[in-house]
């Protein structure tokens, strides 16, 4: 088949995750599909979309990995080198080594390294907002210290050369006993979001507590997973109980069975770090239906998405709760024992501590 000249300005046109065209040796590439999954992340191939990607490419990559790793389908063209004007030559020299460029995954030992790299590689509004606590920090802190309390007490001589972290958390299978815990906004240090977090947790076979706080509705998160995952879904109760009835049967339609509800949120909290540093874009949460803002007080994104949260919600709103939601229920955000049998009472099928 003879090459498709293409022009270097309908290629700038297509950069966006979306829609993401890339050039590598003058061969024109539609990233679009590999981008999220690219295992150098999607922001630098974000940052070479619609671009000429050649030198920041072969300084990484062997010559032939991108015929390996690309379906020949997404070779959509050459480059026609008559088109390059002045705007293509500057755009698609190398960037300058910038600090939101993040080691590879594999470089990655441990949970602080990811906290030193989102540190110096998130926007500062993304940092404040992840890293931020309540009020004087005193509780963050001191979880921190309650965790360095659990000590294990190995018992040895067994034989562990074949070990299964296989596990059943309420009806699910994971293949390690561990959940991704729902934290809103994920698309603030990454545009694939929580579809990202989703993917990552059904190829890897571990749980994802999908929060109503997402930057995507549920139904698109659940539609970029290729394949069926045990996923839970945590709603925060509002004080527009309609919508909370509208999500629950959107969330049940996707075929999610289990249902954590956080309790411990009455009110937003008090996040001074995230108070001061100025919302820069719009964020939206499209299934509360709020937006980040800013006011005399400042640009909490906790605080400006948080004006739906029920603080009448009560003991007695289980059973509005069991009347619009058939299958599990757990709480989640329980902190004295007196609550935890309390919830034993009302027969919830587990709890969240903090
Ligand atoms: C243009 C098409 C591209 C394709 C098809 C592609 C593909 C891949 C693949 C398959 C890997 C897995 C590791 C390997 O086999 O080497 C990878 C890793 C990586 N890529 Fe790309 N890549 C592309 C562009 C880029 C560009 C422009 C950069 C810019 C710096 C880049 C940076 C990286 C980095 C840093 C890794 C590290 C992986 C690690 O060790 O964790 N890639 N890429
Ligand atoms: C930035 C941020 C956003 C969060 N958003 C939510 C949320 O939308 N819904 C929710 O139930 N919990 C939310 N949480 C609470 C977490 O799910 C979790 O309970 C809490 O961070 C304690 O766990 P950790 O010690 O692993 O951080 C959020 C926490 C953080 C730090």
Known sequence: MAARWISS????????????????DNQVWDMSAFAPDHPGGVEIILRFAGRDATAAYNQIHSPDLIKKALPPTQLIGQLDLSTIDKTWSQKSSLPSKSSSVRPPLSTILSSHDFEEIARHSLSKKAWAFYS???????????????????????????????????????????????IAAPVALARLANP???????????????????????SYPAEEIIASVNRDHPFFFQLYVNKNRASSEDILGRVWDLGIRTLFV?????????????????????????????????????????????????????????????????????????????????????????????
């Open 9 to 24: 300005q309908e290629i700038a046109r297509h950069d966006t995750l979306e829609d993401c065209w890339l050039v590598v």
């Open 132 to 178: 931020s606590a309540g009020t004087d920090l005193i509780s963050v802190r001191n979880n921190s210290l309650f965790y360095q309390r659990i000590w294990m007490r190995p018992r040895l001589l067994r034989n562990v050369s074949t070990v299964s972290t296989q596990v059943t958390i309420l009806g699910a299978s994971f293949a390690l006993p561990v």
């Open 192 to 214: 694939c979001g929580e579809k990202g977090i989703a993917r990552g947790a059904a190829r890897t076979r571990t749980g994802y507590c999908i929060p109503i706080t997402a």
């Open 262 to 354: 956080t309790i411990d949120t009455p009110t937003p909290g008090k996040r001074e770090a995230d108070e001061r540093v100025r919302t820069e874009e719009s964020i939206a949460m499209p299934m509360t239906g709020t937006n980040a803002s800013q006011d005399a007080r400042g640009s909490g994104i906790t605080r400006t998405t948080g004006s739906f949260l029920d603080g009448a919600l009560s003991w007695d709103d289980l059973t509005w709760l069991r009347k619009h939601w058939q299958g599990r229920l757990v709480l989640k955000g329980v902190q004295s024992v007196e609550d935890a049998l309390l919830a034993m009472d009302a027969q919830v099928d587990g709890i969240v501590l903090r």
